[in-house]
C-alpha cells in the first residue's frame, strides 16, 4: 500500500474537500484527479474550470463567495469586452485570465495539459499533484427539454434553467485516463476518494473514462464518497435539481445509489443520519459527520475524518 490519496474531483465542493486534505496529506502524495469535461475554447482561450478552482483553492487564492475564479479578482477587461460589444456572458476576471493565457500559450507550443496544469501548480505554490482527468479532450454535453446544450451553456449561459434529460461526454471513447492517475491507483493508495462534487457532471466523465472503473476496482484500497447532497439539497450547484428531473431520490440514498458497486463507503451529514442505516444494507458503510465545508477547519476536519473512515475500512 503506497501513501499517495487519490481524490476524483469537480470545481467547488471538491475544491473544499481537496484543500482539507491538503493539510493531511503530504505534498505530492496527494493526486487530485479533476474533471475536464466542463472544459472549453472561449475567446480563443482554454478555459479549464475545476482545474483553476482545484489550484486556487490550493494555492490559497480562491474567491470563497463565489466558488471559482480568484479573490480579490478586478473586472476591467469585462468591462472593456462588454463596452466593445464583445460576448460578455461568461466572466473572466483580470487575474484569472492570466492562467487561461498561460495555459493556452503553453497548449499552442504542444505541452499537454498535464504539463500546463503542473507548471501552474508549481507558479501558485501548490504541492499536491493536481492532473487533469485525461490529457484528450473530453467536453460535456447536457441533454435538456431544449435540446443539446454545452456545459458552459447550460451552466452559465442558461443558468442550468432547461429541464436535464441525460448527458453524453463527448470524444470519451477515445480518451485514455492520466496516467499518474492510473498509476497511482495501481500502488494500492490508502484511499481513493469521491469528493462532493456533482455526481452526474463531476464525477461521471471521470469513472466513464475508458478502465478507470476497472482501475478502481482492481486497487486493493478503499473507495470512499463524501454525499453532496445534505438533507436533500446540494451544497451549491444544479446536482440536487438534475437528480430531481432524472427522476433519481433526491437524498444521501440516491448518491449510494448512483455509485453502488463501485465504493466501500459513504460520509454523509448528520441530518441524513436515519438514512444510514439503508445505505448499510446497500452494501455500503456509512460514515456520519458534519459535512458543510465552511471554513478551513472544517475542510481539514472533514478531511481527517474521511482518511480514518477510508482506513478503518481497508483494516
Ligand atoms: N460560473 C458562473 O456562474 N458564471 C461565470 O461567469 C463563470 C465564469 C468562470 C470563469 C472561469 C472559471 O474557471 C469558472 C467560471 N465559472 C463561472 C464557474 C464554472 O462555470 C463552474 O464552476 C464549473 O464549470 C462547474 O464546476
Known sequence: MSKKVVTLSGGVGGA????????????????????????????????????DSVLYALGGLSDQERGWGRRDETWTFMAALKGIGGPDWFNLGDGDLATHVVRTDALRQGKSLSDVTAALAQGMGVKANVLPMSDDPVATIVQTENGDLEFQQYFVGQQCKPEVTGFVFENIADARPQAQILAALDSNPRAAIIAPSNPYVSVNPILDLPGMRAAMAASKSPIVAVSPIIGGQAVKGPAAKMMAELGKDVSVLGIAQHYQGLINGLVIDEQDAQLAQEIEGMGIATCVTPTLMSDVQSKKILAEVTLDFAERLAT
Not at 491538503?22 to 466542463?38: E, F, M, R, W, Y
Open 16 to 51: 473544499k474537500l481537496v484543500q482539507g486534505l491538503s493539510h493531511v496529506v503530504a505534498g505530492a502524495d496527494l493526486i487530485v484527479a479533476c474533471n475536464t469535461g466542463d472544459d472549453f475554447d472561449h475567446l480563443g482561450l482554454r478555459v479549464c474550470p475545476d482545474i
